[in-house]
């Protein structure tokens, strides 16, 4: 009786993600939705996004328990192909439109995901070769973001390879998983901090630096936005209209290059909460997850990455890298085969909790 009992937690483990991951994703369709009624807004680009994370994450879990190695090997080399087959270039700007200093695109995002999936599935392989190859892998995905020009993909790709290296000798998930949320929340609140000017000048001059000033101004431009109507916002897909910066930058794709930023502009503190939401469904997936710890970090580093990307870009508004987060998150929440509802979820179980101390 023990197995079918452990066989049952383990299905209703997984299915109380999959409810979480339901709600969240069906609150940003609702909402983005009620953001636009009664304007001339366009919320297809949200749903085309919400129905990629939910497509490539649903595809992750399948591929992941079938081919738990080949299946993030294969999405790591595909991620790597699509990034070298953009015609934007490194770090990906918009078509037409010359590279612009600070830009972080669809092709650094592509790169940063094909690291990350061969580390995890560098982590799920066992035999040594093997995983030494796929972690190589990953080194040479870090390297071709160095060659074609891009200094932040490069540097996040080996961010989550040294992460990756570093999980295969952690014990416990929720303390690194932790940590990795702070760190998403501390990025978070530093653009908002330089779009509302409120870091000490020393650290904002430092800042403008790198991202440019017209990054600055059209993150200022947001925050003007989302002070006019701080619950709904100005609509989805209206900043470009609105902004006088966006107006104004030749070759501007109508973005204010930072997820969050955006998220408040068009669709109020509700959107921006959700899309905080959807991340932290993931981190919760990951850390209810049947792999090893090691493959739940790889991942978590990743789109922790990811994360830092859209925070200062326009990663996100691309469909192949929202389907491509998914695609590396179903993968690393995947049962194992055969055993998976039984040892691996036991394993996964006294992991998530050895850290939790006794009162």
Not at 86 to 92: D, I, K, L, R, T
Not at 192 to 221: F, I, K, Y
Not at 311 to 329: D, M, R
Request: proline content about 5%.
């Amino acid at each position: 009786m023990a197995a079918p009992d452990s066989r049952s937690a383990a299905r209703e483990r997984g299915s109380a993600t999959d409810v979480v991951g339901v709600v969240v994703l069906s609150g940003c369709v609702v909402w983005s939705l009620v953001s636009a009624a009664g304007r001339e807004a366009r919320p297809e680009g949200v749903l085309l996004a919400v129905f990629a994370v939910a497509a490539g994450y649903a595809c992750g879990r399948i591929c992941g328990t079938l081919l738990p190695v080949a299946a993030p090997s294969a999405a790591a080399l595909a991620a790597l192909g699509l990034a070298l087959a953009s015609q934007e270039g490194v770090p990906g700007a918009n078509a037409g439109a010359p590279v612009q200093p600070g830009h972080t695109g669809a092709a650094a995002a592509l790169l940063v995901l094909a690291a990350g999936a061969g580390c995890c599935a560098a982590s799920a392989a066992r035999p040594p070769v093997l995983r030494l190859a796929l972690r190589l892998l990953a080194l040479a995905v870090a390297s071709t973001a160095l060659a074609l020009g891009s200094v932040t993909a490069f540097a996040a790709a080996i961010g989550v390879l040294l992460c990756s290296l570093a999980a295969a000798r952690m014990r416990w998930r929720t303390l690194a998983l932790g940590g990795l949320a702070v760190a998403t929340a501390l990025v978070v609140a530093t653009t908002w901090g330089v779009a509302e000017d409120a870091l000490p000048e020393g650290l904002t001059v430092s800042l403008e630096g790198q991202l440019t000033q017209n990054r600055v101004a059209l993150w200022q431009d947001a925050v003007a936005l989302a002070k006019e109507d701080p619950v709904r916002g100005v609509g989805p897909d209206r900043f470009g209209t609105l902004s006088t910066t966006a107006q104004q930058s030749l070759g501007s794709d109508g973005k204010p290059h930072s997820a969050s930023l955006q998220q408040a502009a068009e669709q109020g503190v509700v959107g921006m909460a959700l899309l905080g939401a959807v991340f932290g469904w993931l981190l919760y997936g990951l850390w209810r997850s049947p792999r090893s710890t090691p493959v739940v970090l790889s991942a978590g580093a990743t789109l922790t990455a990811l994360a830092f990307l859209a925070s200062v870009g326009n990663a996100l508004s691309f469909t192949p890298v929202t389907a491509g987060a998914g695609l590396l998150a179903g993968l690393a929440t995947a049962r194992m085969p055969g055993e998976g509802s039984t040892v691996a979820q036991r394993h996964a179980a006294r992991q998530r909790h050895a850290d939790i101390p006794v009162l």
